[in-house]
């Protein structure tokens, strides 16, 4: 079956620069969502779009921002990165509907030196 | 606001023994439970949810929940654990009477060792 999809799966990049992390959902699944998980940390829920549209808003920094293309794609965008920004960042994809579960990604895992 | 606690940093179970893994939730209405499995440097994997109707929900791998709404509680159970369930599990909720709320939140994560 098809999984969701990130790229890259490794990222490094230096404090000050920027980074862009793709993410392809699973066919049909019309919303996604991007979760940031620091080291032995729980995931953090960060945006969620539905239908190219903004749905929810986390706990995401105004450095970043997040878009949801007409095919389904979703980018997320970091600027002025930080040491702090070093983590995995999952997208998830669901269909619309409250009662479904949300499938992950394997994860881009971001670091910034 | 919707909040998870999952009291037990590590959990250590014999194989062949059932295992439990503890989870709480606190939402303003009725909650919309998932547990999720995370094998190292990667994804996290769905195990199973509870949203409405019967308390005990069957996912993968046999694993299965027991909602307690009076307890506030949906531990995640096995009968029978094998070394292949040694992973992170995270409980994870989501409040559905908030409007325009998507996003899980998920608890501290269990790390489960199951000794041969």
């Known amino acids: 079956a098809a999984g969701v999809i990130q790229s890259p799966r490794h990222l490094i990049k230096e404090k000050r620069e920027t980074a862009t992390l793709k993410c392809y959902p699973i066919?049909?699944?019309?919303?996604v969502y991007w979760y940031q998980q620091g080291p032995g940390q729980d995931p953090q829920f960060l945006i969620s779009f539905y239908e190219k549209m903004q749905s929810d808003k986390g706990s995401i920094p105004d450095r970043f921002s997040a878009q949801q293309f007409s095919d389904y794609h979703s980018e997320l965008n970091m600027s002025s990165l930080e040491l702090g920004d070093s983590a995995l960042y999952f997208c998830?994809?669901?269909?619309?509907?409250?009662?479904?579960?949300?499938?992950f990604g394997p994860g881009t895992r971001l670091t910034v030196t | 606001a919707q909040s998870v606690a999952q009291p037990e940093d590590q959990v250590n179970v014999a194989e062949g023994n059932p295992l439990t893994v503890k989870c709480t939730y606190s939402?303003?209405?009725?909650?919309?439970l998932f547990w999720y499995v995370q094998y190292p440097n990667r994804g996290l994997q769905f195990l199973l949810k509870y949203i409405t109707g019967d308390n005990l929900v069957k996912g993968s791998y046999g694993f299965e929940a027991e909602f307690n709404k009076s307890q506030t509680s949906f531990h995640l159970k096995k009968p029978s654990a094998l070394v292949s369930d040694s992973a992170l599990y995270f409980c994870a909720v989501r409040d559905p009477s908030n409007f325009g709320n998507e996003k899980l939140t998920f608890g501290t994560g269990t790390r489960l060792t199951i000794i041969p």
């Open positions: 998830a994809s669901s269909p619309s509907g409250r009662g479904y579960e949300q499938y």
């Open positions: 066919p049909r699944h019309d919303t």
């Open positions: 939402v303003s209405g009725n909650p919309y």
